[in-house]
């Protein structure tokens, strides 16, 4: 555990013993200054943790936390990350993400517990989630199940190209693209929102050869999928595309401080008003 200056944000290290996981998960909880005299707050939680630190994450924290109530809970990645992020119920053709259902209780059970140990008596107002790359596609999926508890979600070059089929085994991408189709089961929730990112350099891929890289492509056509339902780019959807941006943590770490100020004006702004 390392702490900032009593009149700053506080970052505490937990663990929990996870009984749905099969593992101890590390966490790393950011605390707004004066915590003991809130009786309301926001919380974020962040998939792949673990990289926070390397982001100066709390650096970012401090500089919306003293005039927001705000704790962002950091959910260390385990061994068997490929497992346990992914689409829940449904793995992906080399049987990964088998474990994402799991993950989804671990989230919801023991988690949600342990905030509530952690911050007893406190009103808790929006949930949002966050991940990067396969944690990214793993927190939209978890709040696609969970519309009812979680109002918002950043996927950071997101790995929406999770397939139920390899490319050599007759793939179709309206077909076999695992969260393309799960999003056409769904209906409109008129309270959720989306911050999706992608670098134009995040890969070089480009499956289908129409001049676009996949990870764009893949988050394309995620917007698309969602605009089917109904959500709206003008104030559901906020799609950032970076020019030099990487799948990378740079790259994370400097569109971070734009996710978190989105995060703050979606508080600001009327449910049907432009973000």
């Known amino acids: ?12 290290r937990h663990t929990i013993v996870s009984a749905q996981l099969g593992r101890t998960v590390k966490i790393d909880l950011y605390l707004p200054p004066q915590i003991e005299k809130l009786g309301h707050v926001d919380l974020l939680f962040i998939n792949d943790g673990q990289d ?4 100066n994450f709390s650096q970012v924290f401090q500089s919306v936390a003293i005039s927001n109530p705000l704790v962002a ?3 260390h990645a385990g061994p068997e990350r490929r497992r346990e992020y992914g689409v829940a119920n449904r793995p992906d053709y080399l049987n990964r993400g088998d474990k994402a259902g799991a993950y989804h209780q671990f989230m919801l059970s023991e988690v949600f517990s342990f905030i509530d140990q952690i911050l007893p008596g406190r009103t808790i107002g929006n949930r949002w989630l966050a991940g990067f790359s396969l944690g990214g596609l793993c927190a939209f999926d978890l709040m696609m199940d969970h519309p ?11 790995s929406f190209w999770w397939r139920s089929r390899s490319l050599e085994d007759n793939y179709d991408e309206e077909r076999d693209r695992i969260m393309h189709s799960k999003i056409r089961e769904k209906k409109y929730q008129p309270q959720l929102r989306f911050f999706l990112e992608a670098g134009r350099l995040d890969e070089n891929a480009d499956r289908n050869n129409n001049g676009i890289i996949d990870s764009i492509d893949d988050t394309l056509g995620i917007i698309n999928e969602l605009e089917r339902l109904g959500y709206s780019r003008s104030n559901a959807i906020h799609y950032l595309e970076l020019e030099n941006g990487k799948h990378d ?18 508080k600001m702004q009327p449910a049907d008003s432009p973000i």
Do not use: N, Y
């Open 73 to 75: 809970v950091g959910l």
């Open 52 to 55: 926070l630190e390397k982001m």
């Open 148 to 158: 009812e508890l979680f109002h918002a979600v950043g996927v950071f070059s997101g």
């Open 1 to 12: 555990m390392f702490k900032l200056r009593q009149s700053q944000a506080v970052c505490e």
């Open 249 to 266: 943590i740079d790259t994370w770490a400097r569109v971070m401080p734009q996710f978190i100020e989105w995060l703050i004006l979606l």
